[in-house]
């Protein structure tokens, strides 16, 4: 039997609580932890689900410094679900610092995929969209961002980006 810890990084519902995939409901059941963008949202889904599991935190303010101790428990064969607020982790989102810490120290890092905001936008944009550009956050100062822009406008592809409602007025 294989005692090594395993890092999970599971897609979580976007919107309507209903769009999770069975294998992450089961894997949520299954983990010894779980580590979360939020923990108040993290809560919300668990709660729904019927699950009770210890949440450690995560932005990208204190990624690094927790991920040590994460790894460490997963090191002891603890196995964990890294989640986000809504959607998929590392995608514009924390976890990248875990999941690559994992890897340093030889822990099996395995993908549940689910939901996913690029690919939604995407497949309902009308758009022929049989290959696109995903840049994720624009840079929030307006000559960054001007200049990120100008670099792209020459790419013969859709382009998706991800931005807060709060900067769209």
């Not at 999970?8 to 309507?16: D, H, K, L, R, S």
């Not at 428990?73 to 986000?84: E, S, V």
């Not at 822990?107 to 022929?128: E, H, Q, R, T």
Request: aromatic content about 8%.
């Amino acid at each position: 039997m294989d005692l090594g810890g395993i890092l999970y990084v599971v897609a979580t519902p976007i919107g309507n609580l209903k769009d999770i995939t069975l294998r992450a409901i089961e894997i949520l059941r299954e983990v010894d932890f779980v580590v979360a963008e939020s923990s108040s949202r993290a809560l919300k889904l668990l709660n729904h689900l019927e699950i009770r599991k210890s949440i450690i935190s995560i932005n990208s303010y204190n990624e690094e410094r927790k991920a040590q101790g994460i790894t460490e428990q997963l090191k002891k064969g603890k196995r964990c679900a890294l989640i986000t607020s809504a959607g998929t982790p590392c995608i514009s989102d924390p976890g990248n610092r875990i999941v690559r810490k994992c890897y340093e120290a030889g822990i099996d890092v395995k993908a549940v995929p689910g939901s996913s905001a690029v690919v939604g936008a995407i497949s309902i944009s009308g758009l022929f969209a049989d290959r696109f550009l995903f840049f994720g956050f624009l840079p929030q100062k307006k000559g960054k961002q001007r200049k990120v822009l100008k670099e792209l406008s020459s790419l013969p592809y859709p382009m998706v980006f991800y931005e807060s409602p709060r900067r769209l007025i």
